[in-house]
């Protein structure tokens, strides 16, 4: 292209004013703010003028060059408009058959959870206002009941997850002074978070005892000195040494921290008020049962076993969460209207423990039953094969998913998938595809094929997935 032909093609390219009134441009105005609109035609003009001048474009003739231009611009400026115009957090679907996917969220709330918030969202609550008698209240006193109800504790207490707990917990009780723990129990939580560096911020100092593998009460005993403040005991939640292998038991330590007037703390981790080990899962020991070995202080999250919103609990003896209660720091690390009122909800499900099973979606998912899911799998991939049959062989196959969100590492919990293989595209290409859908769906990826996994797929969803992977499958990305 000569320079000159270069020039007076610039020329052609139509003004911004000229492209908001094609009738495409006229009616995205409707659904997505002017600013993104007007800014996406912008930008996509400067696009146009450097590809022109890069040579990148396909030669035209100057008379149909400005309809040309017109219909690039627009086609682009819609789709850049319409993708700055999604809300960044999306709904997905989780075939990963990962329960409690820390990427995805964690815990699915329950139905009187969701709707617990959607109260607290609409309008004005008493969340610092009793009712009774018109003085101000405790945001925390309804959850706070329930919990000691629920467990047994003698007071509760509940912070923004349960990192902050141990931050907090640590920092009233041993700040400046001693905390032994086990050496096979320094976790790293993820997101490379380790217990040790939680604990360094708390202003504790740390002491530990035993090997990575074996650790008895007298490691500990020999530890203690006049400046140590707690026994520390964490639960290694998402991870497992097996073998030749020995921890101290809450009980031991318990025993140990009456005899030498020392409290001991017990981080859970993925705490669960319900025993797993009934249905085939891992038996771990229930908060319930930490607090009736003893443990002064027991943390735990909200949305890992539990099934509820993210937050950090805190159990325990009176007079340590009294001092806790004081502590500033438990301002800075306080829950909203909406964790307190998906707390409560969550919690209230657990007062009758015939229907929290079914109530709570994470114990739902957790225990489904083998046959109830290898069921929807085929149903699933008769779906899809009479639907999509021409762009991919769909294939129900048994496959092990995960409890994840650091909970049940080693829980080997049999699933169902539906075993997707594309016919006119790689695996990754659909698994990208997919993840930009509306919703979007993240499956698991495993010897070159996509796995669905039904485990996590909440009631009603197959039919979303089934569109979507259609969609896609037969024509791109389906937004
Ligand atoms: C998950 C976990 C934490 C952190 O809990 P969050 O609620 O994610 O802050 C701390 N300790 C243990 C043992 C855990 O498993």
């Not at 996917?101 to 969340?127: D, F, K, M, P, W």
């Not at 990192?163 to 041993?174: C, S, Y």
């Not at 981790?269 to 930490?290: D, F, I, R």
């Not at 489904?368 to 062989?393: F, H, K, M, P, V």
């Amino acid at each position: 292209m000569s320079v000159n032909n270069h020039t007076r093609l610039l020329r052609q390219i139509p003004a911004v004013d000229e492209v908001l009134k094609d009738p495409v441009i006229a009616d995205l105005v409707r659904s997505v703010p002017r600013p993104l609109v007007l800014k996406a035609i912008r930008d996509t003009i400067i696009q146009l003028r450097e590809e022109l001048a890069a040579n990148r474009l396909q030669e035209q003739p100057e008379q149909q060059a400005r309809d040309f231009f017109m219909g690039i611009i627009v086609q682009r400026a819609v789709y850049r408009a319409r993708s700055q115009n999604r809300p960044n957090l999306r709904r997905v679907l989780n075939a990963t058959g990962v329960v409690l996917h820390t990427n995805l969220g964690r815990a699915v709330l329950g139905e009187s959870a969701r709707q617990a918030i959607n109260n607290a969202a609409s309008g004005y609550s008493n969340l610092e206002l009793d009712l009774a008698t018109g003085k101000r209240g405790s945001r925390y006193a309804p959850v706070e009941h329930l919990l000691t109800q629920l467990t047994g504790a003698e007071a509760a207490l509940v912070v923004n997850n349960n990192a902050a707990a141990v931050l907090l917990a640590l920092g009233t009780l041993a700040r400046g002074r001693e905390v032994i723990v086990s050496r096979g129990q320094l976790v790293e939580i993820g997101g490379s978070f380790r217990i040790p560096e939680v604990m360094a911020q708390s202003g504790a100092r740390l002491v530990e005892v035993g090997a990575t593998n074996k650790t008895y009460a007298t490691d500990y005993q020999k530890a203690i000195t006049p400046e140590t403040a707690l026994l520390l005991h964490v639960h290694t939640s998402n991870y497992r040494i097996v073998g030749f292998t020995r921890e101290t038991s809450i009980a031991e330590l318990v025993e140990l921290g009456r005899d030498t007037k020392l409290p001991v703390m017990s981080d859970l981790g993925s705490g669960s008020l319900v025993n797993l080990g009934t249905c085939g899962l891992p038996a771990e020991p229930t908060v319930q049962q930490v607090v009736k070995d003893g443990a002064d202080v027991v943390t735990f999250s909200g949305d890992k076993l539990l099934g509820g919103p993210q937050a950090g609990i805190i159990l325990g003896k009176k007079e340590y969460l009294d001092r806790m209660k004081k502590n500033p720091l438990t301002r800075a690390v306080r829950i909203d209207k909406f964790t307190v009122s998906a707390l409560e909800a969550t919690l209230r499900e657990y007062i009758d423990l015939q229907t929290a099973w079914q109530r709570i979606p994470t114990l739902n998912m957790l225990t489904a039953d083998i046959n109830i899911l290898r069921q929807r799998a085929q149903s699933l991939s008769a779906e899809l094969t009479a639907a999509a049959g021409d762009q991919a062989l769909f294939t129900p196959v048994q496959t092990p998913s995960a409890v994840g969100g650091g909970a049940l590492p080693t829980a080997d919990l049999p699933s169902w998938a539906v075993e997707v293989a594309p016919r006119c595209m790689t695996v990754f290409e659909l698994a990208a595809s997919l993840r930009e859908a509306e919703p979007a769906v993240i499956g698991r990826l495993q010897d070159e094929k996509l796995l669905l996994d039904v485990r996590t797929l909440l009631p009603g969803e197959e039919t979303a997935l089934v569109e979507v992977l259609v969609g896609v499958l037969k024509g791109g990305v389906a937004s």
